[in-house]
Each structure stands twice: as C-alpha cells, then as structure tokens.
C-alpha cells in the first residue's frame, strides 16, 4: 500500500514540477504557480509516508499557504503579457545550468555520505515536542536555529527598509 | 472484522456522517442568516417555503441548480471552473481533525486525531485564499481582481495574528492534539481556555471574521464599493458553491472556537467532562458539541448585521499593529507566568 501510494505521490511531483518549467499548453505565470502548490502538497504527501508529521504539515502551511500566495499577489498585479513574450537568454541558461547542477551535487553527495539503507527512516519522525527540544538543546541544533532567526531578523529589517517611503523616519 | 477493516469502515462513516451533518448545517445557516437578518432589521424575511420557511433550502438549492449556468465570454475558463471547487475543499478537510464527540462505544468520535491537530487545520486552512484569487483572476475583470487581492492581503495577514494568538492555549494544554485540548479544559467552566486566556480567545475571533470573510471584515466581497468583488462573474451553482464555502468556512471556524476556547464537548456538570462510558453520555456529548457550534454560528450571524466595515488600511493597521504585537506580549506573559509557577 505505502508502496503504491509512494510511486503515485512521487510521479505527481515531478510531473508537477516540470509543469511548473515547461507547461506545453499555457505560458501563464499563474498556471506555473498553481502546479508548484500541486508539487508541494506531493512533496507533503511523501513526509507523511514518512510518518513526518509535523514537516509535512509545515510544508503546506508555509509553502503552499504563505509563500505561493505572495507569489500570485504579485503575479496578478504585473503586466505579465510583457513577460510571457521574452525570450531566454543564453547567459540565463547557463546559469541556471549551473545552479541546477550544484544542487544536484549537493544532494548526491548528501545521499551518498548518509547511504540509501531504510535504517535512516525513523530518524525523520518526530513528535512537535521532539522537535522543540532538538531545537531548543545546547549541543543540538540551538546555534543553527539561532543564526536562522537573526538572518530571518535581517531580511525583515532590510524589506521593511526597502519598502519604507519616507526612509528618513525610521 | 479485523482490526483494520474495522478501522477504515468506521472512519468512512465517520466521514460521511461529518460531511452530511456539515452540508445540513450549512443549508440551514443560510435560512438562519436571513431570518435573523430579517429580525435585526425589522423585516420577516423567507417565510413562506414550509413551517417558518424551513423548506426554503430546498427550493435555494433547485433554484441554483436549474438557473442557467452562464460563462462570460472574456473569463479565463479553467480557472474559472477551478475556483468554486476549491473554496469548498479546506473546510471539509478540517472536519477530519476536529473531535465532535468523546466516544461512543468504543469508538473515539473524531475521524483522525493527530498530535498537530492545530497545525493542521492551520495548513490546510490557508489552502483557502486560492480559491478567492483565483476567483478573482479568472474573472479578467477589475472588481474582482480587487477582491481577490484585498483577500490575498487578508488571509496571509490575519493567518499570523490568529497563528501566533493560540500558542499560550497551546503552551497551557501542552499538546496541539485537540482531544487533548478538551481534554485540559476539564474539570470546571474556569478551566475553559476563553477565561484563563480571554486576550487570546478575542484575537482569535477577531481573526477567524477576518479569515472568514465576514463582517466587519468583507472586504474582498464588499457590495457597495466592488459589486460583490470576487464572485460578480459567477451564476447559478458556480456562485451557490462560493456561498457555501463561505457558511462551511464560519462552521468549521466556530467548530475549532468551540473546541479550543470552550471546551470542545465538554460541560464542567453532571460528570460530562470526562470521556462517556455509555452510549447516552456519548450522544449527549455530540449535542454539547453541536449547541456550542450553533450558539457560534448565531454570534457570526448576528456581528454580520450590527456592525459597519472596516476601511482597507485600518484592516491592515488592526492585524500588523494591534492583533500581532498583543499576541506576541501575550505568549511572553503566558510563558513567564507559567515559568513562575513551575
């Protein structure tokens, strides 16, 4: 059963995904974005067979609930006739060539350190409380979480500032 | 039966009769919505289909199905078809976490009881928005556009308020299993979390009208200023369907007030907070469950028609200025009081 479902998830996903690139029927931004909200609730899907409860959920909500959304609120105010008729670049492809290719070592080089045995399943489950204590442990992963948080702090400060009309109030 | 024969026919039911006590509920919240509608306003109001015009669902329901169905020539086809489908979808997802019940027999009365139960109705709940901009971009059409971009900015923003204003309750309970919220809530009508957390039962309701759509803060389908906004396009069915997403929408929002503020199916007497043992205690919990639901449903109607709307910066002021930093300030109280306690 987990089986199936995995395979049936898994091809959504990538189908998906390259209709997110390459949709052969429609050059619509909004249509591209539709399909990544499809590969994300896929890519849910596959935590949960995981029984990763708690990242599945994450995924959609913040995915699939806020960063998408944000993506259409822009997408429907464009002049997106503008951009359906640009052509690529070829320095456009190289480079998204080469930042394709990195990640796909990324990835392999990850997968090859940590081994493809079914003894690494369990580790991805997790109970919130699990979690937050991982999180939360000097030793575990407070340093890291605590850097994300004053990056995350950063980018909040420098959008407000970006975005702020008069800069010389703040 | 084995185990799980019995398990997958019993979460069918469940399932089934969830859907169908919802769809009853949101027929008849429409006829309650214009009767006390009618009442506040000094009218009558539908009173003709029936006794008390309770046949009028019926007669709604055909109406919408044998009007014509008329798709304008300029909107944008498939995601016009798309989305009415999609405004229905997160509500009766949402059903499957929330406990209506403690148990009958042996049978726990919610069809899935996960240990993020909160989180989850939070993640498929902002699944929502999609199906009001894309309403409103199908359309190709000014008004609603502007509707469908004031919801946008509405839902990912009061999501925030209304995330960040249940971690006390979550925090308090120790679990963000919703059985297990009912379950803290126990022993006493001052366990219920609306008085040992009242700022955060207000910003909670506060934010569920706003990611409900309603009243005071309708501004994606606001009448006078955007004729209707996001749905101006849609006809028969197609616009009954965003109508029914809307009252789904408010059953499911009073159903997770009820369950994280007032106890769920609980009442301090009578010995009804504690899981029922016997078939009558257990029928007796999903009526607790259902009258705290419509006593909800009757506070979302009656806010629709007292009260006037918000002006779009001072929706925005009221979510980003208010609602937000008292949530925050309210989880830092909650967590050092608790801490002082401990």
Same mark, same amino acid.
């Given at each position: 059963?987990?089986?199936?479902?995995?395979?049936?998830?898994?091809?959504?996903?990538?189908?998906?995904?390259?209709?997110?690139?390459?949709?052969?029927?429609?050059?619509?931004?909004?249509?591209?974005?539709?399909?990544?909200?499809?590969?994300?609730?896929?890519?849910?899907?596959?935590?949960?067979?995981?029984?990763?409860?708690?990242?599945?959920?994450?995924?959609?909500?913040?995915?699939?609930? *806020? #960063?998408?959304?944000?993506?259409?609120?822009?997408?429907?105010?464009?002049?997106?006739?503008?951009?359906?008729?640009?052509?690529?670049? !070829?320095?456009?492809?190289?480079?998204?060539?080469?930042?394709?290719?990195?990640?796909?070592?990324?990835?392999?080089?990850?997968?090859?350190?940590?081994?493809?045995?079914?003894?690494?399943?369990?580790?991805?489950?997790?109970?919130?409380?699990?979690?937050?204590?991982? !999180? !939360?442990?000097?030793?575990?992963?407070?340093?890291?979480?605590?850097?994300?948080?004053?990056?995350?702090?950063?980018?909040?400060?420098?959008?407000?500032?970006?975005? *702020?009309?008069?800069?010389?109030?703040? | 039966?084995?185990?799980?024969? *019995?398990?997958?026919?019993?979460?069918?039911?469940?399932?089934?009769?969830?859907?169908?006590?919802?769809?009853?509920?949101?027929?008849?919240?429409?006829?309650?919505?214009?009767?006390?509608?009618?009442?506040?306003?000094?009218?009558?109001?539908?009173?003709?289909?029936?006794?008390?015009?309770?046949?009028?669902?019926?007669?709604?329901?055909?109406?919408?199905?044998?009007?014509?169905?008329?798709?304008?020539?300029?909107?944008?086809?498939?995601?016009?078809?798309?989305?009415?489908?999609?405004?229905?979808?997160?509500?009766?997802?949402?059903?499957?976490?929330?406990?209506?019940?403690?148990?009958?027999?042996?049978?726990?009365?919610?069809?899935?009881?996960?240990?993020?139960?909160?989180?989850?109705?939070?993640?498929?709940?902002?699944?929502?928005?999609?199906?009001?901009?894309?309403?409103?971009?199908?359309?190709?059409?000014?008004?609603?556009?502007?509707?469908?971009?004031?919801?946008?900015?509405?839902?990912?923003?009061?999501?925030?308020?209304?995330?960040?204003?249940?971690?006390?309750?979550?925090?308090?309970?120790?679990?963000?299993?919703?059985?297990?919220?009912?379950?803290?809530?126990?022993?006493?009508?001052?366990?219920?979390?609306?008085?040992?957390?009242?700022?955060?039962?207000?910003?909670?309701?506060?934010?569920?009208?706003?990611?409900?759509?309603?009243?005071?803060?309708?501004?994606?389908?606001?009448?006078?200023?955007?004729?209707?906004?996001?749905? #101006?396009?849609?006809?028969?069915?197609?616009? *009954?369907?965003?109508?029914?997403?809307?009252?789904?929408?408010?059953?499911?929002?009073?159903? #997770?007030?009820?369950?994280?503020?007032?106890?769920?199916? @609980?009442?301090?007497?009578?010995?009804?907070?504690?899981?029922?043992?016997?078939?009558?205690?257990?029928?007796?919990?999903?009526?607790?469950?259902?009258?705290?639901?419509?006593?909800?449903?009757?506070?979302?109607?009656? @806010?629709?028609?007292?009260?006037?709307?918000?002006?779009?910066?001072?929706?925005?002021?009221?979510?980003?200025?208010?609602?937000?930093?008292?949530?925050?300030?309210?989880?830092?109280?909650?967590?050092?009081?608790?801490?002082?306690?401990?």
């Amino acid at each position: 059963m987990e089986g199936i479902l995995f395979y049936i998830i898994s091809a959504v996903a990538v189908l998906c995904a390259v209709m997110v690139v390459a949709n052969p029927f429609s050059k619509n931004p909004i249509t591209s974005a539709l399909f990544l909200v499809v590969t994300i609730i896929s890519l849910a899907g596959l935590f949960v067979l995981l029984n990763a409860f708690f990242i599945a959920i994450v995924q959609i909500l913040i995915y699939a609930g *806020a #960063v998408v959304v944000l993506f259409l609120f822009v997408l429907m105010l464009i002049d997106l006739n503008e951009e359906q008729k640009r052509r690529i670049k !070829f320095a456009t492809i190289i480079s998204g060539l080469i930042g394709a290719g990195a990640m796909i070592y990324v990835i392999i080089s990850a997968l090859c350190k940590s081994g493809f045995s079914s003894a690494n399943k369990n580790a991805i489950e997790g109970s919130p409380s699990a979690l937050g204590n991982a !999180f !939360f442990s000097r030793g575990e992963f407070l340093l890291p979480f605590e850097i994300v948080s004053v990056l995350l702090l950063v980018a909040i400060c420098g959008s407000i500032y970006i975005a *702020a009309k008069d800069k010389n109030k703040l | 039966m084995s185990n799980e024969t *019995a398990f997958v026919v019993f979460s069918a039911i469940k399932a089934i009769a969830g859907f169908s006590i919802m769809m009853f509920m949101v027929a008849y919240v429409v006829l309650a919505e214009r009767r006390v509608c009618a009442f506040i306003q000094d009218r009558y109001g539908p009173n003709r289909a029936g006794p008390f015009g309770l046949l009028q669902p019926i007669a709604d329901a055909v109406k919408a199905f044998i009007k014509e169905d008329f798709t304008p020539a300029h909107v944008r086809k498939v995601f016009f078809w798309l989305a009415p489908a999609i405004i229905m979808m997160p509500a009766i997802i949402n059903l499957a976490v929330i406990p209506f019940g403690s148990q009958l027999g042996k049978q726990p009365m919610v069809i899935a009881d996960l240990n993020i139960g909160v989180l989850y109705i939070f993640g498929i709940a902002s699944l929502g928005v999609y199906g009001i901009v894309l309403a409103g971009y199908a359309a190709n059409s000014k008004y609603p556009l502007i509707g469908g971009v004031r919801s946008a900015a509405q839902l990912v923003s009061y999501e925030v308020a209304m995330a960040l204003s249940i971690i006390p309750v979550l925090m308090i309970a120790g679990s963000m299993s919703l059985q297990e919220i009912v379950g803290a809530q126990s022993g006493g009508f001052f366990k219920w979390f609306v008085f040992q957390q009242p700022l955060a039962f207000a910003i909670f309701l506060g934010a569920s009208f706003a990611e409900t759509n309603r009243t005071p803060f309708d501004l994606p389908e606001a009448e006078q200023e955007l004729a209707g906004g996001y749905n #101006v396009e849609y006809s028969a069915i197609k616009f *009954a369907m965003f109508f029914m997403g809307e009252y789904a929408n408010m059953i499911l929002a009073s159903a #997770v007030i009820v369950t994280l503020f007032f106890g769920g199916w @609980t009442l301090p007497i009578f010995g009804l907070d504690k899981p029922a043992q016997t078939l009558l205690a257990g029928i007796a919990h999903i009526c607790i469950f259902l009258s705290k639901l419509c006593f909800f449903l009757l506070v979302f109607i009656w @806010t629709r028609w007292m009260f006037p709307r918000f002006r779009y910066d001072q929706l925005m002021r009221l979510s980003w200025k208010a609602f937000v930093p008292l949530a925050l300030i309210n989880i830092a109280v909650t967590a050092i009081l608790m801490w002082i306690k401990k």
